[in-house]
């Protein structure tokens, strides 16, 4: 078995971050690429047993950090670069999947490459699912528009008098910033993020997942997304965000949700060409 851990890949404006590879010895020459979500990285939570599911069925595993996260190469876990995490924009999250990709493929040339993305992470993958070396993609509880997520007024407004805002991490307590760069990010890369839009332009086989109980991300972006991608939606009863995990994650077994959410793609994934 080749596991890789912490290794360094050169991410969006040349910042370095790490990622984690498993190829297990049989190898079925598919290998998922899970990208985190919001406020998350590589290993929050039940991210790693979910791993190891994957790898004892057989299929590669990455799973990596997004280059302004907040973490760092020295501190991958929490958010010790708070100046990072306030850079952060989607187009940079986008940029990174598809390095991430390039990075498989040169490393597996004949690999089937399957996108899996969490939450804002599950929007990346949709928006990047068009890469030539994608065979499918897979999205668990994800966002299905960039521009929702700006809708308010009274704080757009506060945001750009202010240049920065604040979200509290009800976990570790920090005051996270963002700065409003990244709408003005936005507005200038509307198209390459429109999540629909790629979603109706993918083509390609797609699984989605979304709890009823998703605290988070509305059931209804699950709905859409699955409708533009042609896609097999599973929605699973008092579910939420995270599908029944948490950080951290002691246990050896996943939750019941995650156990199913796994298990479904095993299933889906086998049957690829």
Known sequence: MQQLKNQLYIGSTGRKSVYDLTIPNDFNQT????????????????????????????????KFNLSHNGGTVENPIDFPDLEAFSENRYSYEVADVNTMIDELTKQNPSAKIVLMGHSRGGGDVLLCGKHPSVKAVITLAAISSVAYRFRHTEIMEKWQNEGVRYELNSRTKQEMPIKYSQYQDFLAHQDELNIEQACRELHKPCLHFHGTHDEAILIQEGIDIASWTKGLLFILENCNHTFGTSHPWNKSELSDDLKFVVNKCISFLVKLD
């Open 31 to 62: 290998i998922i690429l899970f990208v985190h979500g919001y406020k998350g990285y590589k290993d929050w939570g039940a991210w790693q047993q979910m791993e190891d599911q994957f790898v004892k069925a057989n299929f590669g595993f990455c």
